[in-house]
């Protein structure tokens, strides 16, 4: 190696020294913010950590101050923090479930959309051990009086399908799936349409769900009422269906 090669060598460790100097003192003081005793403090420490995670950079050392704040009603913070969770879940697993008791109690929250964002976030940790805790909040938001809720739960029943099938058919939420293509909210049937369609292509027989004469029937009444992506599922599920006769083509 060149004297040259060489020295380039040492600036680049002494770059990458002083950068991990600079981290560890960001984070040292974003982790002082996260435990202040004054909420906008806090409030904002935790929009920096997600900043920084965004941009790449490894926050994952304060894992548990930002769990600290997760408790508030304040849902801009709550997203944020759910954000970070999903972003951490798989590689710090044991230190989601310390967080699995906040998300049960936000799934009965008296805010529709705080319920949602707890049972979607849930959903999307795609952690194992998370499943357990899951299943009895999931039967609950499927049968949710919010249909932003309910709608939002039968996503959630494709997420878990894709990665325990069979504990989805045990706990009868695919069943809870079918039976809300009857729901009496367009938005809730769309999505319905939307998750039987994934978990469809995920099972090798593709039998999770089949159309027949009555279910066509529903969707196309409900159809105009469907946001502009409800119709698409729709009408795209439409296309695997074989009228029986030229009378009902």
């Known amino acids: 190696m060149s004297t040259l090669q ?7 460790i002494m770059k990458n020294k002083v950068l991990s100097v600079l981290r560890k003192g960001e984070n040292f003081e974003l982790k002082t913010e996260l435990n202040s005793e004054y909420r906008e403090r806090r409030k904002e420490a935790v929009r920096r950590v997600i900043a920084n995670m965004t941009v790449g950079k490894d926050v994952s050392g304060l894992f ?5 704040n997760m408790q508030t009603e304040d849902l801009e ?3 944020l923090i759910y954000l970070y969770l999903i972003n951490y879940a798989k590689t710090k697993p044991d230190l989601v479930i310390l967080a699995i008791n906040t998300f049960v109690r936000d799934t009965e929250d ?3 959309l705080i319920r949602a964002l707890a049972i979607r976030t849930m959903g999307c940790l795609q952690v194992p051990e998370v499943f357990d805790y899951l299943c009895d ?3 609950n938001c499927l049968e949710d009086r919010s249909p932003y809720v309910r709608k939002t ?6 997420k878990l399908y894709e990665l325990d099938p069979a ?6 939420f695919i069943d809870s799936v079918r039976k809300a293509l009857t729901d009496s909210n ?9 998750a039987l369609g994934e978990m469809n292509e995920m099972d090798p027989t593709g039998s999770i769900w089949k159309l027949d004469s009555l279910i066509v029937k529903t969707l196309l009444n409900i159809m105009n009422d469907c946001s502009e992506w409800g119709q698409i599922a729709i009408l795209e599920s439409l296309t695997k269906y074989r009228p029986v006769s030229d009378t009902e083509a």
Request: hydrophobic residues 50%.
């Open 110 to 112: 008296t805010n529709p």
């Open 64 to 68: 548990t101050d930002v769990l600290k």
């Open 153 to 158: 739960a039968v996503m959630c029943v494709a």
């Open 77 to 79: 913070i709550k997203k």
């Open 186 to 194: 367009a938005i809730v049937v769309s999505n319905a349409v939307t």
């Open 167 to 172: 504990v989805t058919e045990e706990y009868g």
């Open 6 to 12: 060489a020295n380039l060598a040492r600036l680049q």
């Open 137 to 139: 909040p999931l039967k």
